[in-house]
């Protein structure tokens, strides 16, 4: 099955920045939905942001005036800018890209971590 490939993440100080990239591993039919997930060690999944219908974008509080998502448009291509970075922001980065959000046959990535030393 198709994947997609995340990469940009790595060791940053805290209050610097990361540009997160995501491409699929084949070429596909354009994705309607793209997002960005992160998962911390020991916690849950949660939502960092979403190109969604109609170019619209849905930012999680925790990250709100911190993060953009971009995406090349009709290209499944995205893009997370982060800035003004804290420990808390370190964790496991993913990709998805899908009809909806919950499309449980939309595509993932394997994940790039992203540490923030403080």
């Known amino acids: 099955q198709v994947q997609l490939v995340e990469s940009g993440g790595g060791l940053v100080q805290a209050g610097g920045s990361l540009r997160l990239a995501c491409v699929p591993s084949a070429k596909i039919f354009r994705l309607p939905v793209m997002a960005w997930y992160r998962q911390a060690a020991g916690m849950q999944r949660e939502l960092v942001a979403a190109s969604t219908h109609g170019g619209r974008t849905k930012y999680g509080d925790s990250v709100k005036d911190r993060v953009a998502i971009s995406r090349d448009n009709w290209k499944n291509t995205v893009y997370l800018q982060m800035n003004s970075l804290s420990v808390e922001d370190t964790g496991v980065y993913y990709c998805?890209?899908?009809?909806?959000?919950?499309?449980?046959?939309?595509?993932w990535g394997q994940g790039t971590q992203v540490t923030v030393s403080g």
């Open positions: 998805y890209g899908g009809g909806t959000l919950d499309d449980p046959q939309g595509y």
